[in-house]
């Protein structure tokens, strides 16, 4: 092993060859995570300091119906706080205050940056203080930034639950914590794994509520569920806690490659390990088998958007035959994602970030059957006859897990399946 925890293996591939490009990019930017961090932490509220954009970018990412009760909002600044006639410091604790008294149920209060907060240097992080000081310990206020300058829109939640770190309480218990936000079915399905190992205690980051906070310390063992938290893992890591390697739960191979890594991590015997995982292997390959008929040989290009395209291009070759043309990623994190990166054919091109008019070039000379891309880019490519799927979907749907296998496949066959559909 490597200081980082990965295995030797993984750092000795590093050699294999990446394209790096600087350019126009075409992502969303964090703000885009509240949508799925508020539907996890009950009781969190979201408060986006920022503008109209800010505002209606969410608004729209979360499809809000006008009769529910959100718990994310902005707090709107107008041209007199901009223009430094207001002061925006008093307006944002008096918009917080009225709020939480509409509001008890809100435990933990999420300041959330914007690029014009960070424009007009708003200083959240002295704004959360300020407000901690009367709110605590009722509610707690806690800030980071969402903001779109150079991030991708999982960055969001990586930087939501970095902020979180410092608050947890030390401990020295052994324990396992599971690494980023997963829906409540799959974090029930993956408890139940865990049992069936004998591995616990086990915590998750972030937790149902956000005021349960997990404690962390030398005896932690760190298995990251999100490719995309690394600034997260390494403030646990830089509080003693231990990060296990391994690929992500994705299929049939990635779910038992990642249970197993905990287990042997946590000394679990070879044969109680394969007594619980075999039977959920076998099913999800069940499951797998199906859409394999309609993937295999297929042709897949993966655009950088959500930072899940590694692990995922590790799944779609490795568990449903298809052939990776351009495997890009915003940026490559290969403490998070080297385990996956190991498992990648060493015929695929692996590109780091983005020069979005060459990289469209490539996906228009390749003609993939299949682009993963940004919303924005889905439309343009459809229009000139190319299949696409959205991957922002795959970050929104449950796809983690042996129980999801089936339905993380059939998210990769749809287009294909329309496509053959529509030309029938
Ligand atoms: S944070 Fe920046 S990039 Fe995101 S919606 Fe607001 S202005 Fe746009």
Redesign the pocket.
């Known amino acids: 092993m490597n200081d980082v925890g990965l295995p030797r293996s993984a750092v000795l591939r590093d050699a294999r060859p990446v394209l790096r490009e600087r350019g126009q990019r075409e992502v969303f930017?964090?703000?885009t995570s509240i949508v799925w961090l508020h539907r996890k932490m009950q009781d969190a509220f979201f408060l986006v300091v920022?503008?109209r954009?800010?505002a209606h970018?969410i608004q729209s990412a979360a499809g809000v119906m006008i009769f529910a009760e959100p718990r994310f909002g902005t707090a709107i600044l107008t041209d007199r706080d901009l223009a430094g006639l207001a002061d925006v410091n008093a307006e944002l604790d008096r918009i917080a205050l009225s709020l939480l008294a509409r509001r008890p149920d809100i435990r933990t209060l999420f300041l959330v940056g914007?690029?014009?907060s960070e424009v007009i240097k708003l200083d959240l992080a002295k704004a959360a203080e300020r407000l901690n000081a009367t709110l605590l310990p009722r509610v707690r206020v806690i800030n980071y930034s969402?903001?779109?300058?150079e991030t991708t829109f999982t960055q969001g939640e990586d930087l939501a639950l970095k902020a979180m770190v410092p608050l947890l309480p030390a401990t020295d218990a052994r324990q396992l914590l599971v690494l980023g936000c997963l829906p409540d079915i799959v974090e029930d399905q993956f408890r139940r794994i865990f049992d069936a190992l004998g591995i616990g205690p086990v915590a998750f980051l972030p937790a149902r509520h956000a005021q349960e906070l997990p404690g962390v310390g030398i005896n932690t063992l760190l298995l990251a569920a999100q490719p995309f938290n690394g600034e997260a893992l390494r403030a646990l890591a830089a509080r003693g806690a231990m990060p296990v390697a391994a690929p992500y739960p994705f299929g049939a191979l990635g779910s038992t490659a990642w249970f197993e890594a905990a287990a042997l991590a946590c000394g679990v015997e070879r044969a109680t390990i394969d007594r619980a995982l075999q039977p959920l292997q076998a099913r999800a390959m069940t499951a797998l088998a199906h859409y394999r008929q309609t993937l295999a040989g297929r042709r897949i290009f993966f655009m950088p958007d959500s930072q899940l395209e590694v692990p995922l291009a590790r799944f779609v070759s490795a568990e449903l035959g298809m052939d990776l043309t351009e495997v890009g990623t915003p940026f490559l994190d290969r403490q998070m994602v080297g385990a996956d990166l190991d498992l990648l054919p060493a015929t695929a091109t692996l590109s780091e970030g983005q020069h979005l008019e060459q990289q469209l070039a490539r996906v228009r000379a390749l003609r993939p059957d299949l682009t993963v891309c940004g919303l924005g880019l889905a439309n343009p490519l459809e229009a000139e006859g190319l299949s696409t799927k959205w991957s922002i979907e795959l970050v929104f749907s449950p796809v983690h897990g042996f129980d999801q296998a089936g339905d993380l496949a059939e998210l990769f066959a749809r287009p294909l399946n329309r496509k053959a559909r529509l030309a029938a």
């Open positions: 930017c964090g703000l920022g503008s954009t800010c970018l914007s690029c014009p969402g903001s779109g300058i």
